[in-house]
């Protein structure tokens, strides 16, 4: 069982950086591969970024490549989405997730969820 609690949401405007953290609880975190998806109003959740189980390779969607990085620390069980030059359109909740298939963490069908924080853009 892994369970995960993300932080670090909030408002911030066009242009700015936040960095957010998933932090996982059980013995076995550096076994999972973690990943970011967000979900905004009235949209499909969507994938953010991949990082697999040793911290290497790690995958970003095309809408975020050069603006956010994830990275994760498995001496302190937590996973990190750093997110710079965010934009309005980058407006959702973000959720981390688990899962040890680096293949249902791309296809979104992963294991364990956290319960999301708010990120709001504003222009």
């Known amino acids: 069982q892994v369970q995960l609690v993300e932080s670090g949401g909030g408002l911030v405007q066009a242009g700015g950086s936040l960095r957010l953290s998933c932090a996982a609880s059980g013995r076995t975190f550096s076994s999972y591969s973690m990943g970011w998806f967000r979900q905004a109003p009235g949209k499909e959740r969507e994938f953010v970024a991949a990082i697999s189980w040793n911290g290497g390779p790690t995958y970003n969607v095309d809408s975020v490549k050069g603006r956010f990085t994830i990275s994760r620390d498995n001496a302190k069980n937590t996973v990190y989405l750093q997110m710079n030059s965010l934009k309005p359109e980058d407006t959702a909740v973000y959720y981390c997730?688990?899962?040890?298939?680096?293949?249902?963490?791309?296809?979104?069908?992963?294991?364990?969820w956290g319960q999301g924080t708010q990120v709001t853009v504003s222009s």
């Open positions: 997730a688990a899962d040890t298939n680096w293949g249902q963490i791309l296809s979104g069908k992963c294991d364990y």
